[in-house]
């Protein structure tokens, strides 16, 4: 099993595509194992974001990420990383693969709906900057019960 932060961003939220987005990683297989909404503050977008502060898109990437409430969420699956980001399509959407999130809801490439964790490692440092341990929740078979696993 492995775990993955996925960003409902800002722009899907404003569309109303949060429901069939959820819907879409849901019937893949993946597990929800934390959610939450909130409106990204510029500390929260320059930590996420830490690997592009020199990326001419940078500026213009924190203020669409800080613009308008987002959602966040931890799905839990075999492979988990490299499934949602199948199922996100390229980072242009314009290029993105019919069958993919991007590829059949969105045209831009800043506006691309959707966060995905690049490996197991980010994803774990990810999940902990948007998630407290006691707000991820799994089932623990040896205790037989609903607990908080994480992150
Ligand atoms: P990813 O989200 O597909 O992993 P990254 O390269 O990690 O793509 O870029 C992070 C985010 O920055 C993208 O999802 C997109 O919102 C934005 N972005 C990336 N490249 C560009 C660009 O060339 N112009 C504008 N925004 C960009
Ligand atoms: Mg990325």
Redesign the pocket.
């Known amino acids: 099993m492995q775990r993955t932060l996925v960003l409902l961003?800002p722009d899907a939220v404003q569309r109303g595509l949060v429901g069939r987005i959820v819907a879409r990683l849901e019937d893949r297989g993946l597990r929800l194992v934390a959610a939450k909404m909130l409106l990204m503050d510029q500390k929260l977008a320059h930590r996420h974001?830490e690997?592009?502060v020199d990326?001419?898109?940078f500026k213009?990437?924190v203020e669409?990420m800080t613009s308008a409430p987002m959602v966040a969420m931890v799905l839990e699956g075999k492979n988990a990383v490299e499934v949602v980001?199948q199922m996100?399509g390229?980072?242009?959407s314009a290029k993105a693969a019919p069958g993919t999130i991007r590829g059949d809801l969105a045209l831009d490439?800043?506006?691309?709906l959707?966060?995905?964790s690049?490996s197991p490692e980010t994803a774990e440092r990810e999940i902990a900057l948007f998630f407290a341990p006691q707000e991820v929740l799994g089932y623990q078979r040896d205790v037989d019960r609903w607990i908080a696993t994480g992150p």
């Open positions: 961003k974001y690997d592009h990326k001419p898109f213009g990437l669409f980001r996100m390229s980072t242009d490439t800043r506006r691309n959707v966060h995905g690049d």
